[in-house]
């Protein structure tokens, strides 16, 4: 993601959050904390025929993570437009911060997700997140309950899900190159 994709966000952002959307200046904080030698965050876009369809982002602690073991990092957000729901690119979008979470050597990746957004719950286990607590009242204003989740070694995450794809690539006879 880069500053000129920011008005495309915006508008995805006001549609799939209308309650809790993020702010043009949010994103702007988060995007210069995206670049050069010190960069901790991570944030991308989808694009399909010129217009973005979906983004995500993560942030590195780079403190120690809760087990005290190595850095962790936060999913911030991923979004995926309803057109896009059901083809994979939730499950792109999570691989490459689940990527650059082991890029940024984190030994452990946190999120919350909303109580009631049951499809992104299932992403999310899917990949090895495990439920481990609750932020009372954490979308605002809407005072929606959060699902804190924790993968620890997105790594091995990542090791999981490509033999998975495999798999089914295999089941279904598709040829993958490269």
Request: glycine letters at 10%; aromatic letters at 8%; hydrophobic letters at 40%.
């Amino acid at each position: 993601m880069r500053w000129w994709d920011i008005d495309s966000v915006l508008e995805l952002e006001k549609d799939l959050f209308p309650e809790d959307a993020w702010s043009r200046g949010m994103f702007w904080s988060e995007l210069a904390h995206a670049r050069g030698a010190e960069a901790t965050r991570r944030y991308l876009v989808a694009e399909q025929d010129g217009r973005v369809v979906g983004y995500a982002g993560l942030a590195s602690a780079g403190t120690e993570s809760d087990t005290g073991s190595a850095r962790g990092a936060d999913v911030q957000t991923i979004a995926v437009a309803r057109e896009q729901w059901g083809t994979g690119l939730g499950s792109r979008l999570l691989t490459e911060l689940l990527r650059a979470a082991t890029a940024f050597d984190c030994a452990e990746v946190m999120l919350e997700c909303r109580v009631d957004n049951v499809r992104a719950q299932k992403l999310y286990e899917r990949f090895g997140f495990e439920a481990i607590g609750f932020r009372r009242g954490y979308y605002q204003p809407g005072n929606v309950d959060a699902l804190v989740m924790r993968l620890t070694d997105p790594a091995a995450s990542l090791r999981q899900e490509a033999a998975s794809l495999r798999h089914e690539e295999d089941d279904q006879g598709t040829d993958t190159h490269g």
